[in-house]
């Protein structure tokens, strides 16, 4: 093959994205539990409180946001916690917000 030939593709990838309202914890507790122990490992960062907290609102069907989904199973998550306003979880759970203008 010349080195402008184009590649023969593989395999064909499809990710699918979805609304992550159609989800519950269950469904996404492993890619969370996969990045606590990434964001432990390469930030020395304990995300655990927030995974939680995702779990949570997921669970109640308040995070509105997307799963990317390959095979069947969830690869990748985002959420929108609040509309207009940026906020951050504390790990003892503490909460603080900020408009989006002071970022």
């Keep these: 093959m010349s080195a402008l030939s184009k590649p023969e593709p593989s395999r064909s990838l499809q990710v699918e ?7 519950s914890s269950v469904d996404l507790r492993p890619l969370l539990e996969d990045e606590v122990r990434e964001w432990a490992r390469l930030l020395s960062w304990d995300y655990s409180g927030s995974a939680e907290m995702i779990l949570r609102y997921v669970d109640a069907k308040i ?10 199973r969830i690869v990748g998550q985002t959420g929108i916690d609040c509309p207009g306003r940026a ?3 504390g790990q003892d759970g503490s909460r603080s917000e900020a408009d989006p203008g002071e970022f």
């Design 63 to 72: 995070l509105p946001g997307y799963a990317a989904i390959e095979r069947g």
């Design 87 to 89: 906020a951050a979880q």
């Design 17 to 23: 994205i979805l609304d992550l309202r159609h989800f």
